[in-house]
């Protein structure tokens, strides 16, 4: 069964960094814009990145834009977060998924999800 696997949560002290790592179980990522998405205790889901295949096009939502890099290594398949200057209202479980297209990831029309990985931020 295809589905994505992430990687690369723990805990870290406000102001430090993690990196996240997204796969693909039985297909590969390569082929799909991906998006990263967060779901803090109590809150609903939401969208944190999305990028294109090709890397041409990239999103943030207002509340990581210039903390956060997402990036992709086609060649390992694999889609990565660069969490930096970490806050902790960061604190959530982050999922990876896939679309169709850049676009689909804008509009959070999702193909494949991950189980999450959580990321703790202490104060």
């Known amino acids: 069964q295809e589905h994505v696997v992430e990687s690369g949560g723990g805990l870290v002290q406000a102001g430090g960094s993690l990196r996240l790592s997204c796969t693909g179980s039985g297909f590969s990522l390569k082929y799909w814009a991906v998006g990263w998405f967060r779901q803090a205790p109590g809150k609903e889901r939401e969208e944190v990145s999305c990028i294109s295949t090709n890397v041409d096009d990239t999103s943030y939502s207002d509340a990581v834009r210039g903390r956060f890099t997402v990036s992709r290594d086609n060649a390992k398949s694999t889609v990565y977060l660069q969490m930096n200057n970490l806050k902790p209202e960061d604190k959530a479980v982050y999922y990876c998924?896939?679309?169709?297209?850049?676009?689909?990831?804008?509009?959070?029309?999702?193909?494949?999800w991950g189980k999450g990985t959580q990321v703790t931020v202490s104060s």
């Open positions: 998924a896939t679309a169709a297209s850049f676009l689909a990831c804008t509009r959070n029309e999702m193909d494949r």
